[in-house]
């Protein structure tokens, strides 16, 4: 896709941008400055490149090739809802929902598929209840349903006693590969430059920031660090270390034993089955779509790994797929208990699993934009549209008190 990103990148080298020096030394000079470079092509660094390619003259810049399977943006789909049990997210969404639906009518593509999506939980549950306030607060269509309700409407569902249902009627799925791609052109469209394929080595910061990758040097008045897993590595070259964990995702896909048992042609809902600690959910899917007569179950946690030994160091995913198996058999007995396909995404959580969207404490020109844990992708329109309002010095069209980086105590790399 950034194909011209990376013949650009072998033009330059060409024409002598990148020199080198007597002796085969290779010493680069500086390729350009931009008003803006965003470190990271995911979901959240292309959202917020787009919006800044609006009003100043943006770079982007990946590691990989793009499209890549790295990190976290990357699949067929994401669940999208209204529901929450923190209510400022709640309260982003119904701008997601207008922005996602922007996306799609200016690049004609059908991104967001209306299916409903279930929360499965003990009545007595805080966080079941907190979701269905915020639903009733900020009028959100939804039903309450009891587990008799739920076996007669989805009779391939068995809930355990105490277990009712909050049904979401305003979620669906979003194509995340297709929305990702979508992002990048538009970005493209307004002017924005992509650079893939290159790895950000080091950063100077400055007034006028200086970004070293590995095929050239580049500076801004403005930087944004949106760096998925990689956002410690990135922090540390900035003398910053944020609390998060990285964690490798089992991304499960299950075969219908009938086929269509759970289809989203036969109008089955994504689903959420929360625990009774309030802010974990722990196990979720989508109907089957993507791959014919498999649906999508994941256990919303993983195992800790490094993002560039994820497929190296990684012990746990058969204790997942146990768990996943253990309760599909319970709950979900239409599914053959033996995941018929088997991918990998990764996780970047905070402690309190809320995202970290801010200046650096030290250097207001560079932001901030990282900890997504688990739930960034539908929220991604918003998202980049404060980080881009932090980068131009805007007031910020949300209260982003919750996802400030004073509320950790931090560590200095200095
Ligand atoms: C299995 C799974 C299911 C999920 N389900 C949902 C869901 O249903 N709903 C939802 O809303 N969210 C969901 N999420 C979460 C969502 O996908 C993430 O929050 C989101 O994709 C995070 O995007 P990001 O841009 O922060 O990170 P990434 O997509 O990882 O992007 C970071 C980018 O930075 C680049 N980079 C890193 N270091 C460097 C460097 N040194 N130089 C240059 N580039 C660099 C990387 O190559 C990468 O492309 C899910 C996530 C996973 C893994």
Known sequence: ????????????????????????????????????????????????????SKHSKTLLIDQFALPHARGSSHGQTRIIRNVYAKTYYTAMMTECYQLWKQLEAETN??????????????????????????LIDNNVPMTTLTS?????????????????????????????????????????????????????VQIQPSDLVTVTTTAGIYRAKRLVITAGPWTNKLLN?????????????????????????????????????????????????????????????????????????????????????????????????????????VESCMYTNTPDYDFILDHHPDHKNIIVGAGFSGHGFKLAPVVGKVLSELCLGEKPSYDLSPFKICRFHLKSVL
């Open 237 to 341: 070259l900035v003398g910053l270390q944020l609390p998060l964990e990285t964690l490798k995702i089992t991304v499960c896909y299950w075969k219908e034993k009938i086929p269509g048992t759970y289809g989203i042609s036969k109008g089955f809902p994504c689903f959420m089955r929360i625990n009774s600690d309030p802010d974990v959910h722990e196990f979720y899917g989508l109907p089957s779509n993507e791959y014919p007569g498999l649906m999508k179950v994941c256990y919303h946690s993983g195992s800790r790994a490094d993002p560039d030994e994820r497929d190296v160091s990684f012990q746990r995913p058969s204790q997942d797929v146990e768990l996943l198996r253990d309760f599909l058999s319970r709950e979900f007995p239409g599914l053959d208990p033996n995941p018929a396909v």
């Open 148 to 200: 008799a309700d739920v076996s007669k409407r989805f009779p391939a569902v068995q809930l355990p006693r105490g277990v009712s249902a909050l049904l979401d009627k305003t979620a669906g799925i979003l194509y995340a590969d297709r929305a990702l791609k979508n992002v990048q052109d538009l970005f493209r469209r307004f002017g924005g430059i992509i650079r893939d394929g290159e790895k950000v």
């Open 1 to 52: 896709m950034c194909h011209s990103g990376r013949v650009a990148a072998s033009q330059r080298q060409r024409s002598g941008c990148v020199e080198r020096a007597a002796g085969g030394v290779c010493k680069m000079s500086v390729q350009g400055e931009v008003d803006t470079i965003v470190i990271g092509a995911g979901i959240q660094g292309s959202y917020t490149a787009y919006h800044l």
């Open 109 to 134: 593509t059908e991104l967001f598929r209306p299916t409903g999506l279930l929360v499965l939980g003990k009545e007595g549950n805080p966080s079941f209840q907190t979701m269905k306030s915020t």
